[in-house]
């Protein structure tokens, strides 16, 4: 199929329309928006009727690097002193909880049912990883709001933080159990990316939050917001650090300095939506269906565990915290969805363990496909039993 500009922006247009229907049926349903997309990706990809023109897998890249940075940069909104004050016990509690219940439980169940130890530790260090685009898009469209919401957002704009340093100690681990180096070299590469993320986002976040107070009330932001946005990621790639991260503490530093803070996540939520059916739907897209089978029992383990882990961590990080009932009981279902930084971590593995890649990369992929399906909905029914969303509050 021709890949022409013609093509492309009729592509890119239909999704968009397509988006639109999905927002018409999702209520109506009782689907999460971001299944439908992502449902319809599947379909219109390889793994359906593959309508999509050639080369549309670039177009992922892109479109998903934008979509994380903004989600990123948002969430990072709402790490202010205020907000933290809040909730950040319970946000702090559960979020280190449930990453190092997840890790433990699979790593240990695995273990036990006699998988290979650096494969067992590389999957641990895989599970904890979230997808803040999926759940916060559906708490968009569930128009939730209240405590348990927001412990929600807390929770998964700083997860994959957690996620990355238990991801490193880990593969570190796998590494030297299974001979491909040392502590130090897997340590190092780890702490770099996170500090380095850190750095790009305080140094970029201070000037953004000056500039924000000096453009007039009446004066449009978005070649600010999006010029900030867009130099951070490039950087934080461009030296291989973690961009989202990067975008959250950017976003972080913004709403605890700026005195117009608003203005600059209003600007990028104008944004967000569109970007977001092109990442979910050219997601789906990019499944690969044909994995599923490949999982067999240790991935259906993989998968089981990870649900306990997140369940079961949830609710001793709430206890620890002092959280509602709501938050124990169902803040474990609401972060189930998982999808692109989980792949990322099982193609940086796969570089340490070419020889084992062809074990864990299949069931990293089809157990996402699994979680990026059912995730959404799990959250979805969390918002619901919590009273917070739309529906539930009438």
């Given at each position: 199929?021709e890949t ?6 009729l592509t890119?247009?239909a ?5 639109l229907?999905a927002?018409y049926?999702?209520p109506?349903l ?6 439908l997309?992502i449902?319809?990706?599947v379909a ?10 050639q ?5 992922y ?9 903004m989600i ?5 909104g709402?790490?202010s002193?205020s907000s933290?004050?809040?909730?950040g016990?319970?946000v702090?509690?559960?979020?280190i ?8 439980l699979?790593?240990t ?7 290979q ?5 590389v999957l641990?260090?895989?599970a904890?990883?979230s997808?803040p685009?999926?759940?916060t898009?559906v ?6 709001q ?7 957002l807390g929770?998964?704009a700083?997860?994959d933080a ?5 991801f490193?100690l880990?593969?570190?681990a796998?590494?030297?159990v299974?001979?491909?180096?040392g ?6 590469a780890g702490?770099f990316?996170?500090?380095a993320a850190v750095l790009?986002g305080?140094?970029?976040?201070l000037?953004a939050a ?6 007039r ?7 600010e917001a ?6 951070c ?6 030296v291989?650090?973690s961009?989202?991260?990067?975008a959250?503490?950017?976003?972080a530093?913004?709403a605890?300095t700026a ?8 600007t990028?939520r104008?944004?967000?939506?569109p970007?977001?059916?092109?990442f ?5 897209s ?10 067999g ?6 998968i089981?565990l ?7 961590g949830a609710y001793?990080?709430?206890t620890?915290?002092l959280?509602?009932s ?9 972060i189930?969805?998982q ?7 099982a193609?940086v593995?796969?570089?340490?363990f070419p020889?084992?890649?062809?074990t864990f990369?299949?069931?990293v ?9 059912i ?6 029914l969390a918002l ?6 739309e529906?539930?509050?009438?």
């Open positions: 199929m022409g500009s013609s093509i492309i922006l890119i247009g999704l968009l329309l397509l988006g229907v927002g049926l999702s109506r009782h689907i999460p928006r971001v299944t997309l449902v319809a990706g219109l990809g390889p793994s359906g009727f593959n309508l999509l023109p080369g549309h897998e670039r177009w890249t892109l479109f998903s690097n934008i979509a994380l940075l990123g940069f948002i969430l990072g709402k790490l002193l933290l004050k809040e909730c016990k319970q702090f509690c559960v979020s909880c449930e990453v190092l219940a997840v890790a433990a699979v790593f169940g695995l273990f036990m049912l006699g998988v130890t650096d494969i067992a530790l641990a260090g895989i904890p990883a997808a685009a999926a759940v898009s708490v968009e469209g569930q128009k939730a209240g405590p348990f919401t927001q412990t929600l929770i998964v700083i997860d957690w996620g990355l340093i238990v490193s880990l593969l570190a796998a590494m030297a299974g001979g491909h180096g502590w130090f070299e897997a340590l190092s702490g990316e996170l500090g790009i305080l140094v970029l976040g000037p000056w500039l924000t107070d000096q453009i009330g009446d004066d449009p932001m978005q070649a999006l010029g900030f946005i867009f130099v990621g490039g950087l934080a790639q461009l291989n650090a961009f989202i991260l990067a959250m503490i950017m976003g530093v913004i605890n005195r117009h803070r608003d203005r600059a996540f209003a990028i104008e944004f967000e939506w970007i977001m059916i092109l979910f739907v050219l997601a789906g990019s499944l690969h269906m044909e994995k599923l089978p490949q999982i029992l240790m991935g259906l383990a993989y089981l990870r649900i306990l882990g997140l369940v079961s001793l990080g709430g620890i915290g959280a509602g709501e938050t124990k009981k169902f803040m474990g279902l609401a189930t969805p999808a692109g930084v989980a792949l990322g971590m193609l593995a796969a570089n340490h020889e084992l890649k062809d990369i299949p069931l992929i089809g157990s996402t496909v699994i979680f990026e399906l995730g959404p909905i799990f959250t979805r619901i039993m919590s009273g917070e969303a529906a539930s509050r009438k």
